[in-house]
């Protein structure tokens, strides 16, 4: 779960995510990332608040 707008979690390192992840399922509260990004790496995502999901 994404809850911070900091720089070091704008561009992360998709593939260490998914190394580190039992679920791959993000849920992003500051909406920053692309959800067709996200989809190519096999990443859940869940936008939550801007009616996009």
Same mark, same amino acid.
């Given at each position: 779960m *994404? *809850? @911070?707008e900091w720089k070091e979690f704008r561009k992360p390192d998709f593939d260490k995510i998914k190394n580190a992840l039992k679920q *791959?399922?993000?849920f992003d509260g500051r909406n920053q990332y692309d &959800? #067709? @990004?996200l &989809?190519? #790496?096999g990443i859940e995502y869940y936008p939550i608040g801007n009616g996009k999901a």
């Open positions: *994404l *809850l @911070t *791959l399922v993000i &959800k #067709n @990004t &989809k190519e #790496n």
